[in-house]
Nanobody, 126 residues
């Protein structure tokens, strides 16, 4: 399985972007999926996760209320709608699958990530 992100780019503060992650090969539709990000000079951090059926979601406090994670199980694609973007959101965003179907707060640690995408750059100017 290969994960390919798209939708990154440059946007002004307050703007919006929608990231997509398409899975090719053996489909990960039976697994939870998520997004992490890494800003320059900082450690990679959790952004959001969604269960295999799209019913359950978890968000980092820093993006709660601004970002929305979703998935299209039939199309093996997940999305991250990012609104009210701030310069602090500037980072490379990575799509992931988890090794479980469901999600719980332990996904934040990233210890049960199965696959990583190659990343897509998001830059928010002030």
């Amino acid at each position: 399985v290969r994960l390919v992100e798209s939708g990154g780019g440059l946007v002004q503060a307050g703007g919006s972007l929608r990231l997509s992650c398409a899975a090719s090969g053996r489909t990960p539709s039976s697994y939870a999926m998520g997004w992490f990000r890494q800003a320059p000079g900082k450690e990679r951090e959790f952004v959001a996760a969604i269960s295999w059926n799209g019913i359950s979601t978890i968000y980092a406090d820093s993006v709660k209320g601004r970002f929305t994670i979703s998935r299209d199980v039939g199309e093996n694609t997940e999305y991250l709608q990012m609104n009210s973007l701030e310069p602090e959101d500037t980072a490379v965003y990575y799509c992931t699958t988890f090794t479980t179907k469901t999600i719980d707060p332990t996904v934040v640690a990233g210890t049960n990530v199965g696959l990583w995408g190659q990343g897509t750059q998001v830059t928010v100017s002030s």
